[in-house]
């Protein structure tokens, strides 16, 4: 990580998914940091129809915070994607650990109703 990242994102028109978020230096005091998506699209892996879902993701910032469109243009990238509502939990909970290397990450996900059932998957990760 560089030691001053440069925000590409924000303040630019981006009509695409993005692979990783972007950061910004984490101001301070700030203990927590809690983003939350209820549209939240991916498929079935098996079936290929569509799920949607809610995510939760909160972190405890270290030197780093999420810079927000960077995160949704991130989620956005599942749409197409055949994963399960777990492997998507996880896999988010380590893009944020990797990318804005907090304290701590957890991400709560929530798979909407399909045949009765509701998933759930948390992920936590920590330094």
Known sequence: MEQ????TI???TVRHAVEHVEVFPAP??????????DELASMCP???QPDLST??????PGQWCIESKSLKLYLWGFRDRAVFAEAMCAEIAGEVMATAQPHSV???LTQRPRGGIEVQAVSELAR
């Not at 001053?4 to 925000?7: D, E, S, V, W, Y």
């Not at 995510?55 to 405890?60: F, L, M, T």
């Open 4 to 7: 001053t990242p440069q925000l």
């Open 10 to 12: 924000l303040g630019n």
């Open 28 to 37: 301070a005091n700030v203990t927590l940091v809690r983003f939350t998506n």
């Open 46 to 48: 098996v079936t290929q």
């Open 55 to 60: 995510v939760v993701i909160e972190y405890v």
């Open 106 to 108: 957890k991400v709560t």
